[in-house]
């Protein structure tokens, strides 16, 4: 084996990202770029009577002044159901209502605060549950019409309903009534938000000849350039979008949102550039976060704790505009039991329109909320029955013979070994039954565990690309459409790269920033498929590489190409090693002592396209959508204050089948990481809002993320059952981290309090309302 | 006193260079730095204050660039993760601790870290450095990371 793999290198950016130099959207120069600022609806439902941009127009430096009337375009990635400035009505508070294109931001602004719109306010839906009501008015008048980019979205016009995915195994009816015992469990998890770092930015410019320019902080690229593309009918090759260094996305920078207005605006002036920035305030309110959930769980087991049947709903909150939520709901649907064998199912999760701010993908796409509504189930189940909720875990862990929730058979290099990661997440948290420890006065500790699995949900048919070039040195250079948001997917590249190609990855140079033009597609930056996708394309790539440089030296050497061997900077024949040539020699063709020219540039090609994935099936959600699962199982350890209400999180544990382990200290701190968003999550997070539906102080004064002194110990560990279908075996990991960690907190708190905390966030105020005393 | 009306030419000392820069009294610093003087490692993660990211040095002084005018920095000695130098033993730290993931915090960690070292030449106890970090957010890493660079920092790390 060579040095590359199960090797903590650096991340090949980490020096520009020490020095400063490291450039992300709104970095790059804009001394020629015109400033655009967007107003937002005050109002989370109201008809839109007037809007008087008069006012605004006059000022001084102010160059174009949009609303909806300018664009009567819908979009969205699965259903088009929103417009890019709202139109006759505004759907929640944040909507982008009107924007000002001026000389500068001072002048942007102060225009945008005289612009004057006049509302009619309608009534507005905040749960779930309340659009549902039979005598609910529908949020979107003319679903009905509204075009389906999919065919697996199915709205139901005349209701909130967006979409819906069912899932049917076996006769759940029929099995309860046979259950020992049998839990019932109602979940309220409210919307939270990204946070990434960065606030989200783009800018545009439309060149004389109709080249359009677009830089953002996009994970999805090629997606910005295809919805641009068809929206406003350009040739996709006259559409380049730039991505440079992206600060976090975590999901919320897939969907295409600031690109669209920045086209507007520029497109309003006259192709100039143009660049749109939004406050953090904007970026809350106004742009996609996470979705929230409801749901009712109903878990039977017989007397032993085996599970016999399950019946779940989810009712996802999508907010607005569906976006990807559907797919969110489909997710929950394929994945909806956890990594438990369960066979006789009926789950139905739906993707429901509120007047909330809309949803878009959030790390893990969905599998952090329906893990904390079955996860606490489980709890329950145990307590009802006496069993140490961890071994009634292991009891039900998949294992191979058995399906998944949408029929896929179970096997263990496909679904990965659940009761492993059980069996290590004992060890590793040294679990002791799950019984709180007094400590002598008012404080406990207890822990609680939480497993988890996670599968992907991408088209059918997405696909990656990779291509390899050579330095004079023997060093190359890889370019993909992958971005670098932090997930650390260029060194993971890299380091696939270097092992197949048997070079140092100190060898292997990366493109950092993302051209359209320039780099193959990449389907998008998402759902951790970055090492599985564009790993496969590598290696294509690599073997490409390989064999050209193969001929070039069995035509140099005068011997047969099997016998040739690429290695450690060299290209020799496996009968004669003492006769090589050095690879920089060979790679861009060879040349004799003599002079003659042998051979070509080797330049290396990968494309790469999934294979083998279904959609479901409407009635039975029988189906296949991801081309692996990864599994996991997760403790977390807490101090508690019985009286005060008050907890610490002192440890948390996590154990991941990751299938082969390629970078030791990267996968250990994106998962501790993905942990530590968990902890931020379920102690403190999410977005509130008042009677009318306005969210409360979308800002990080009030909208608190964990800080330093405030973290648990993360302890990590692994365990490897490797997909031969990925790179090295490696299953995706960077999102799985966060899955199980609200789950098992509330577990743990559960426990050491003697109540159901059954919702999110976890603060101390929730808990005296669950143990019964005064909020 | 100095009394500014609209736009003047500000002299500032940036990472040990005079520098001027065209001001008007309400512009925050971190703007000037950003747009005139495209030093762009202090970011605008809020412009609120809260999360640190456009921390800069000012006088030995993490300083929130967000909340401090141009003006202000009149006469002061600044300094910004561009004036680290590359080979700092702040950036060393980060790099060996891989203190970071997107990157988008870290200069506002890193100028943190370099006042810290200004202030405590010698490591101060595990709570003082908290509380000199807790200005600051990350998004991506579990902070354990960003720990185990200031050790490093100080020379205590893990195998430094």
Known sequence: MNMALNASIHRKEAWDKVCGRAKYADDLPAADHLCARLLTSTRA???????????????PGVKAVLTGEDCDLLFGPLLQDRYALARGVARYAGEPVAMVV??????????????????????????PSQAMLPNAAPIHEKLADYKRVVSDVRPEPGTNVAARHRVRKGDAKAAFARCA?????????????????????????????????????????????????????IEAGMITVRVPFVGGGFGGKAPVTLEILAYLASKSVGGRPVRLTIPREQDMASFPCRMGLEATVRLGADENGMLQAAEMEFLVDCGAYTDISPNMAKAIAADCTGPYRVENLSCDAL?????????????SFSH?????????????????????????????????GDFTPTGVPATPELTGDVSRCIEEVKRLSCWDGGRPLSLGGSKVRAKGVSCFWKSANPPTNAVSGAFVTFNSDGSVNLLTGVVEMGSGGHTQLAQILAEKLKLDPAQVHVVAHVDTRVA?????????????MAGNAVLRAADDLIAQLKRTGAEALGCAEAEIEVADGR????????????????AQGYQTPGGASVGEPALGRGGYMLKGLSMLDPATGKGRTSPQWTPGAQVVEVEADLEACTYRVITACCVLDVGKVVNPAATRAMIAGGMSMGVSLATREAYEYDENGSPRAPNLRTYKLLHIGQEPEYRVDFVETPDPTAPCGARPYTEHGIIGIPAALANALSAAFGCALDGLPLRPEAIRRAIGGAP | MVRYEGKTVLRLRVNGEEREVLARPSDVLMDVLRDQLGLTGAKPGCRNGDCGACTIVVDGWPNKSCLMLAVEAEGHDIVTVEGLGGMSAEQRAFVEADAFQCGYCTSGFLMVCH???????????????????????????????????????YGTGKSS
């Open chain 1, 102 to 127: 001026a000389v500068d931001e001072p002048a942007a602004e102060a225009a945008a605060r005289r612009i004057a719109i006049e509302y009619e306010d309608l009534p507005p839906l905040l749960t």
């Open chain 1, 368 to 400: 952090d909320s329906y893990t904390f509504c079955v996860e606490r189930a489980l709890d329950a189940l145990a307590n009802r029955l006496g069993f140490d909720p961890l071994e009634l875990r292991l009891k039900n862990a998949v294992r191979p």
């Open chain 1, 351 to 363: 993707c429901v329109y509120t007047n909330h701010t809309y949803a878009t993908s959030f790390r």
């Open chain 1, 571 to 586: 290209v020799y024949s496996i009968k004669e090693p003492e006769r090589f040539m050095l690879l920089k020699a060979v």
């Open chain 1, 181 to 233: 015992a049998v839990i019932e469990k109602r979940f309220f998890l409210p919307p939270s938000d990204h946070l990434a770092m960065e606030v989200r930015a783009a800018r545009a410019e439309i060149a004389a000849d109709g080249n359009v320019l677009v830089t953002t902080c996009s994970q999805a690229p090629y997606t910005v350039k295809k919805q641009l593309a068809e929206a406003f009918k």
């Open chain 1, 45 to 59: 439902h109201a008809r839109i009577l007037g809007i008087d941009t008069a006012g605004a127009s006059a000022l």
């Open chain 1, 520 to 532: 193959p597609e990449h389907w998008k930056t998402v759902a951790s498929l970055t090492g599985y």
């Open chain 2, 115 to 153: 006042a810290m070292l200004t202030q405590h030449p010698q490591m101060p106890e595990e709570l003082v450095i908290e509380e000199w970090l807790q200005s600051n957010l990350c998004r991506c890493t579990c902070y354990a990371e960003i720990r185990e660079a200031v050790l490093r920092m």
